[in-house]
C-alpha cells in the first residue's frame, strides 16, 4: 500500500479509507465507526488477501489490555453491517473458523479526498420555538437523524452562535452523525427569551421538560454537560419512564455553596464581581482568565470565541446571577433514586468541575459508570487525545 503525503488512504469497491483522518467513507458519504471497529477494518485491509489471526487482531487493536474475544467478534459483526456484506453482493470479511479473518475485497492505494461529513458547515440545524406554562419563549434546535438524544442546557448557550464554533462543533457534528439531538436555550439567554424574572433551579427542569414535549419525544437518552448534568438527574428522576440512558460529563451534583470552603468561596465572590464588571468588554485580561478557567490550553481563538460569546448570550448582570444560581444547586438526595443506566465521565485534571465531583456522582447512583479522561480541559476540544477516547466510551454506551 502507499503513502501520500504521510497520509496512508485505501480504496476498494464503492468505500474509501482514510487511516490518518480516521475516516471510513462511502461514495463520498461518512460512515461513522467506533474508535475500536475502525482500528479492527484497518488492519484487516492493510493485511488485505492474507489470514489474520484473532490473536494477531487483538494484540494490534488493543495493545496493552487484555480483552475477550467477543469483543473482537463484536467488532467484525459492526464492519460487516456497516459494509453491507452480501447485501451489496460481496463479502468483503471472511471468516476462517476458529483462526481468525481475511479481507477477501481488492485494495488499492488512494489519494485523501474530501468527504460529505456530517459537519456544522453541512448539516442542517432546524430552530424552533416552545412556550413554558409561566409563559417564556424557548429557542430549541434539532440535527441529524436515527435516535433520538437531548443535552440539557448548561450555563450559557447560544444555539445559533456555537454552532460554528471551535468549542462546540465538534460536539455537535459527532453527536448528529448518530443521533436526532435536540438542544436548547434555556431562559434568560442565547436565543431564548432574555429579561426573565423566574429564574430558578427548578424552571431549568421544567425548561427541559417543555423542550421535550415540544420536541414530541417519547424515550431518549438524556446528556447533561457540567451544570446540565444536575438538571439532567432531576429530569431523570421526575421522568424515569421517559430516559433511556442518562450521560454526566463534567458534572457536579451540589454547587459550591454546599461544598466551597472559605477561601473558595471568597474566590467565587470575586470571579462574579468580576463578571459583573468586566463581561463582553474586550477586556484582555478578564478574557484569559475567564478562558482558562474552562479550557487551560486555550488558543487566541478560543478566547476571542468566548469573549464574543459573552456579548451574544447574555447581560452582565445575568451571567453573574446565573453563576450564583449554579452555587446553589444541591441534587445529592435525588442521586440514589436515578434509575436509568448512567455513564459518569469527567477529566483527571478538570479545573472548572473537580474529579471529586464525578466520582461523587458514580459512587452515590446506582450501578453508575465511572469513566476517567486525561486532561485539565473542561470543555473538551477536538484536538485533544481524550475526545477520541470519549466518543468510544459514548459509542459503547449507547450502542452506537
Known sequence: MAEHEGRRAYQFGPFHLDVRERRLSRDSVVIPLRLKVFDTLRVLVENAG????????????????????????????VLRKALGDHALGQSYIETVPRVGYRFAASVQAAVPQAVAVGSAAKTRQEIRYC??????????????NGPPLVKASNWLTHLGFEWGSPIWRHWYEALSLHHYLVRYDERGNGMSQRGVADVSFDTWVRDLETVVDAARLDRFPLLGISRGGPIAIAYAVKHPERVTHLVLYGAFAAGLNHTGDPHELEARRALVSLMRLGWGLNNPAFCNMFTRRFISGATAEHERWLDELQR?????????????????????????????????????????????????????????????????????????????????????FLNW
Open 131 to 144: 412556550t413554558t406554562k409561566d409563559g417564556i419563549r424557548l429557542a430549541y434546535a434539532t440535527t441529524g
Open 50 to 77: 492474507r489470514l489474520v489471526t484473532k490473536q494477531e487482531l487483538l494484540d494490534t487493536v488493543w495493545p496493552e489490555t487484555t480483552v475477550e474475544e467477543n469483543n473482537l467478534n463484536h467488532n467484525v459483526s
Open 312 to 396: 451574544v448570550t447574555t447581560s452582565p448582570e445575568n451571567a453573574a446571577r446565573l453563576m450564583q444560581l449554579d452555587d446553589d444547586i444541591d441534587v445529592r438526595p435525588l442521586l440514589s433514586q436515578v434509575k436509568a443506566p448512567t455513564l459518569v465521565v469527567h477529566c483527571d485534571c478538570d479545573r472548572a468541575v473537580p474529579p471529586e465531583d464525578g466520582r461523587l456522582l458514580a459512587a452515590s447512583i446506582p450501578c453508575a459508570r465511572y469513566v476517567s479522561l486525561p486532561g485539565a480541559n473542561h470543555l473538551m476540544l477536538e484536538e485533544e487525545p481524550a475526545w477520541p477516547l470519549f466518543l468510544e466510551e459514548l459509542g459503547l
